[in-house]
C-alpha cells in the first residue's frame, strides 16, 4: 500500500507514505488505491480510497489535503480542513493531525520535515514545477513556520525516472537555455534531437543548492513499475483514457 523513506521514517512523531496503487477499490484503468479527485473515477471509490490512506496515516479522512494542482511554484500553509482546494502546488503545516499531500503519476513528490521544528510539507514538483521554484517556496513556507532547512529532511518518492523520460528539442532548448549546466542532467536518447532527462536528478540538485540538510531518493520509476505505480505517460502511451492519481503525504504525530 505504501512505500517509506528511511530517512524520514528515522524522525520521531512524524508519519509519512508514499502511497502505491495497491490496496483500494477502484477499477479498470484506476484498478487500486487511486487518489485522483481530478480523475474520471468513480467519486465514491477515490473517497474510500483516501480515507484507507488518512487511516493509514493516522489522520481523520477530513485531514487529508492536497491542493488543486496547476504546475505552479505556489505553496500554502494550512492548519485545518479547507472549504474548498486551493491553486497550489505544495503544502505545509505545523498542526499535528493534518496530513499535507500531493498527487502525483510521474512528477516528482517531495515530502520535507524538520524533526526539531515539528513543521513538514510536501510539494509536487514535475519539470515546471521544479523549473518555476515549487521546492523553494515549500522551503520558505516551512521557514515561516519555524523549520530551519539545513534542518530539512526531503523524500523523493516514486516518479518518472531517466530511463522512461524523452524529451524533445524544445525541452532540451529550455532547460538548457535556463542554466547551460542542466545540460548534466540529459542524456541521449535513440531518437535523433532527443534526449532523455534526469527529473529526480534535477530535484535533488535545486535541494541541494538551497541547502536542504538531508536528501533521500527512494528510487523508484512510475513508468517502469506497472504494479504498483500509475504512469501518465504510460496511459499516454497505450492511447488510455485516463489514469490513477497516486498520493504522497506527511504529518505531525
Not at 147 to 155: D, G, I, K, L, Y
Not at 191 to 198: I, S
Request: aromatic fraction near 6%; hydrophobic fraction near 45%.
Amino acid at each position: 500500500m505504501k512505500v517509506e523513506s528511511s530517512a524520514l521514517a528515522a524522525l520521531p512523531g512524524i508519519r509519512h507514505a508514499f502511497f502505491t496503487r495497491e490496496g483500494g477499490v477502484s477499477e479498470g484503468l484506476y484498478a487500486g488505491l487511486n487518489g485522483g479527485t481530478g480523475s474520471n473515477d468513480d467519486p465514491a471509490h477515490v473517497a474510500e480510497n483516501r480515507a484507507r490512506m488518512a487511516q493509514a496515516l493516522g489522520v481523520p479522512k477530513t485531514h487529508l489535503l492536497t491542493c488543486w494542482q496547476i504546475h505552479s511554484p505556489d505553496c500554502v500553509v494550512v492548519d485545518a480542513p479547507w472549504a474548498g482546494r486551493p491553486k497550489a502546488d505544495a503544502v505545509a503545516t505545523r498542526t499535528p493531525g493534518v496530513a499535507a499531500g500531493v498527487a502525483i503519476a510521474d512528477c516528482g513528490p517531495v515530502l520535507f520535515a524538520d524533526g526539531e521544528a515539528r513543521v513538514v510539507g510536501a510539494a509536487h514538483a514535475g519539470w515546471k514545477g521544479a523549473v518555476g521554484g515549487v521546492l523553494e517556496s515549500t522551503v520558505a513556507r516551512m521557514e515561516e513556520l519555524g523549520a530551519r532547512r539545513e534542518n530539512m529532511v526531503a523524500a523523493i518518492g516514486p516518479l518518472i525516472r531517466q530511463p522512461s523520460y524523452e524529451v524533445g528539442p524544445d525541452f532540451i532548448a529550455t532547460l538548457t537555455g535556463l542554466d547551460p549546466a542542466n545540460d548534466r542532467f540529459l542524456i541521449p536518447s535513440t531518437r535523433q534531437h532527443h534526449a532523455l532527462f534526469d527529473l529526480p536528478g534535477y530535484i535533488a540538485a535545486r535541494l541541494a543548492r538551497i541547502g536542504v540538510g538531508t536528501i533521500d531518493d527512494l528510487g523508484l520509476d512510475t513508468y517502469a513499475d506497472e504494479g504498483r505505480f500509475f504512469s501518465y505517460r504510460r496511459a499516454t502511451h497505450r492511447g488510455e483514457a485516463d489514469y490513477g492519481r497516486l498520493i504522497a503525504a506527511i504529518t505531525l504525530a
